[in-house]
Nanobody, 126 residues
Framework: QVQLVESGGGLVQAGGSLRLSCAAS????????MGWFRQAPGKEREFVAT????????YYADSVKGRFTIAKDNAKNTLYLQMNSLKPEDTAVYYC???????????????????WGQGTQVTVSS
């Protein structure tokens, strides 16, 4: 069983930055692909970024490419999402997710993931 706990959300002005963290317990990241998703009020959950278990295949949604960076610290069993140049449309609850994987496989759909955190709110004011 894997438990994920997100943190780092908050209120920031447009153009600002935040770094989200996702601490994993129960398992290490070895053999697991990781992803970030978000859900804005009244909207469907959407993919933000993902990384293969080997950390060699980061992939981003077009809407965040060039502004967000996904990274992980294996020693701390923690996944990060560095968010720069934030826009009001980035406002959402952000979730991290993980699943067993192999090689450089990445997963872009929420239903491909088995474990989810509780989410952290990010609000970007204009």
């Amino acid at each position: 069983q894997v438990q994920l706990v997100e943190s780092g959300g908050g209120l920031v002005q447009a153009g600002g930055s935040l770094r989200l963290s996702c601490a994993a317990s129960g398992r290490t990241f070895s053999g697991y692909a990781m992803g970030w998703f978000r859900q804005a009020p009244g909207k469907e959950r959407e993919f933000v970024a993902t990384m293969s278990w080997g950390g060699i295949s980061p992939y981003y949604a077009d809407s965040v490419k060039g502004r967000f960076t996904i990274a992980k610290d294996n020693a701390k069993n923690t996944l990060y999402l560095q968010m720069n140049s934030l826009k009001p449309e980035d406002t959402a609850v952000y979730y991290c997710a993980t699943r067993r994987s192999s090689g450089g496989n990445i997963y872009l759909r929420g239903d491909q993931y088995d474990y989810w955190g509780q989410g952290t709110q990010v609000t970007v004011s204009s």
